[in-house]
C-alpha cells in the first residue's frame, strides 16, 4: 500500500516555472514506478510523465517534452516533477500515481494522489 501526497501547485504566469512534489508513504516506494497525470476541467486524465523505480527510463507526453523534467529521490520518499516554460493550457489538476510496472496509461497506476491545482495565466 502506498499513500500519496502531492503539493507545489499554484498560478503563475506563462512562461513562469513550477515545481511539484510527490510525498509517499510506504516502505516499498522505491520498487515502484511513478508517474504524473492532469486532468482539466471537463476533459479525461491525460499522462504526463513517469519515472521507473530505478530512474529510468523516463516517459514524457509530447506535450511536455523538454520542459518539464520528472525526477525522484528515494531517501525521502519523493517524486518530483519540475515545469518549466509554463503554458495556459498546462492548467489542470496534477496527480501523483504508483505503479508495478512503468507505464504511460493511467489504467497502468495503482494508486493516486488527491491532486494539486496548477493554474497558468495568459
Known amino acids: 500500500q502506498v499513500q500519496l501526497v502531492e503539493s507545489g501547485g499554484g498560478l503563475v504566469q506563462a512562461g513562469g516555472s513550477l515545481r511539484l512534489s510527490c510525498a509517499a508513504s510506504g516502505r516499498t516506494f522505491t520498487t515502484y514506478a511513478m508517474g504524473w497525470f492532469r486532468q482539466a476541467p471537463g476533459k479525461e486524465r491525460d499522462f504526463v510523465a513517469s519515472?521507473?523505480?530505478?530512474?529510468?527510463?523516463?516517459y514524457y507526453a509530447n506535450s511536455v517534452k523538454g520542459r518539464f523534467t520528472i525526477s525522484r529521490d528515494g531517501a525521502k520518499n519523493t517524486v518530483y516533477l519540475q515545469m518549466n516554460s509554463l503554458k495556459p493550457e498546462d492548467t489542470a489538476v496534477y496527480y501523483c500515481?504508483?505503479?508495478?510496472?512503468?507505464?504511460?496509461?493511467?489504467?497502468?497506476?495503482?494508486?493516486w494522489g488527491q491532486g494539486t491545482q496548477v493554474t497558468v495565466s495568459s
Open positions: 500515481a504508483a505503479s508495478n510496472v512503468i507505464g504511460v496509461s493511467r489504467n497502468a497506476f495503482e494508486f
Open positions: 519515472i521507473n523505480w530505478s530512474g529510468v527510463p523516463t
